[in-house]
C-alpha cells in the first residue's frame, strides 16, 4: 500500500480515536469523595416470627453505620440498628385453642461488621451507585417476663446479604436505599415439645428450631469526608 494513503488514514483516525468516551465535563461518570462514610439509617423490618410466630415481628428500626473504603470498589465497617419489635407468646400448658396469649412487645438490637462491593467502582454512574454486600453479626432480643414457657429469643447468630443503590446529588452527600434478608435461628424450649394434660403438644415432630429470615427494608442518608 502506498505510503501516502497510510499517512492519510493515521492523520484521520487520531482526531476520531480522541473522541471515543467522554470528556471529563460530560462524563456521566463521577469520583466518590472521601473515604469515610458515616449513614442514618431507618427501615421496615419484615419479620414473620418464624412457623410458630414467636420470633421477632415486624416493624420500624433505626440506627446508624460507619464505613470505610478498603479499595476502589470495596468498603468495610460497623453498624447498628433497634427497633420496638413483637412477638407471640404460647402456653404449651393450655389447650390448643387456647394457647395463642398473642403479641407482647419485644426490643432488638442488631450489631454487626458489614462489607459492601460498589458495582461501578470508586464512582457514580449518573450520580448512581448499586451495590452488594453483607452484614455478619447478632440479634440481641429483650426478655419478656409475660412468657412463661421457657421460650428466649436471646442473642443469635445473624447474617444480612444486601442489595441497594445510591444516589449523590453532591460528592459528599449520598441518599440510599437498601433491601436485605437477615437470616437466623429460632431454638424452642422442651415445654414445647412436651404434650400437656390436654393431649396437645406445639412441634409434633420434635424440631428443636428452625432457621428464619426477614426481609428489611432500609433507607438513609450518607455523609462522606
Same mark, same amino acid.
Given at each position: 500500500?502506498p505510503r501516502?494513503?497510510?499517512?492519510l488514514?493515521?492523520?484521520?483516525?487520531?482526531?476520531?480515536?480522541?473522541?471515543?468516551?467522554?470528556?471529563?465535563?460530560?462524563s456521566?461518570?463521577r469520583?466518590?469523595?472521601?473515604a469515610?462514610?458515616i449513614s442514618? #439509617?431507618?427501615?421496615?423490618? *419484615?419479620?414473620g416470627g @418464624?412457623? !410458630?410466630?414467636?420470633?421477632?415481628? /415486624?416493624g420500624?428500626?433505626?440506627?446508624?453505620r460507619?464505613q470505610?473504603?478498603?479499595n476502589?470498589? #470495596?468498603?468495610?465497617?460497623? *453498624?447498628?440498628?433497634? @427497633?420496638n !419489635?413483637?412477638?407471640?407468646v404460647? /402456653?404449651?400448658?393450655?389447650?390448643?385453642?387456647?394457647?395463642?396469649k398473642?403479641l407482647?412487645d419485644?426490643?432488638?438490637?442488631?450489631?454487626?461488621a458489614?462489607?459492601g462491593?460498589?458495582?461501578?467502582?470508586?464512582k457514580?454512574?449518573?450520580?448512581?451507585?448499586?451495590?452488594?454486600?453483607?452484614g455478619?453479626?447478632?440479634a440481641?432480643?429483650?426478655t419478656?417476663?409475660?412468657?412463661s414457657?421457657?421460650?428466649?429469643?436471646?442473642?443469635?447468630?445473624?447474617?444480612?446479604?444486601?442489595?441497594?443503590?445510591?444516589?449523590a446529588p453532591?460528592?459528599r452527600?449520598?441518599?440510599?436505599?437498601e433491601i436485605r434478608?437477615?437470616?437466623?435461628?429460632?431454638?424452642?424450649?422442651?415445654?414445647?415439645?412436651?404434650t400437656?394434660d390436654?393431649?396437645?403438644?406445639?412441634?409434633a415432630?420434635g424440631?428443636v428450631g428452625e432457621?428464619?429470615?426477614?426481609?428489611?427494608?432500609?433507607?438513609?442518608?450518607?455523609?462522606?469526608?
Amino acid at each position: 500500500m502506498p505510503r501516502l494513503p497510510c499517512l492519510l488514514l493515521l492523520l484521520f483516525a487520531t482526531p476520531l480515536a480522541a473522541q471515543v468516551g467522554h470528556e471529563p465535563s460530560a462524563s456521566p461518570y463521577r469520583e466518590i469523595s472521601g473515604a469515610n462514610g458515616i449513614s442514618a #439509617l431507618g427501615g421496615y423490618f *419484615g419479620g414473620g416470627g @418464624g412457623s !410458630l410466630g414467636v420470633g421477632p415481628h /415486624d416493624g420500624w428500626m433505626f440506627g446508624g453505620r460507619f464505613q470505610v473504603k478498603a479499595n476502589r470498589p #470495596l468498603s468495610i465497617g460497623v *453498624g447498628v440498628m433497634y @427497633g420496638n !419489635l413483637q412477638r407471640r407468646v404460647l /402456653d404449651p400448658r393450655a389447650p390448643a385453642a387456647e394457647r395463642d396469649k398473642g403479641l407482647v412487645d419485644q426490643s432488638v438490637i442488631i450489631p454487626e461488621a458489614v462489607i459492601g462491593m460498589n458495582l461501578t467502582g470508586g464512582k457514580t454512574w449518573h450520580r448512581l451507585a448499586p451495590f452488594l454486600g453483607f452484614g455478619v453479626g447478632a440479634a440481641i432480643g429483650s426478655t419478656t417476663p409475660s412468657d412463661s414457657s421457657g421460650y428466649k429469643f436471646g442473642t443469635r447468630f445473624s447474617f444480612a446479604p444486601f442489595a441497594g443503590v445510591r444516589f449523590a446529588p453532591t460528592p459528599r452527600l449520598a441518599l440510599r436505599g437498601e433491601i436485605r434478608g437477615n437470616l437466623w435461628k429460632l431454638s424452642y424450649p422442651i415445654s414445647y415439645r412436651t404434650t400437656n394434660d390436654n393431649g396437645d403438644v406445639i412441634i409434633a415432630s420434635g424440631t428443636v428450631g428452625e432457621w428464619v429470615m426477614s426481609e428489611f427494608f432500609i433507607f438513609g442518608v450518607s455523609f462522606y469526608f
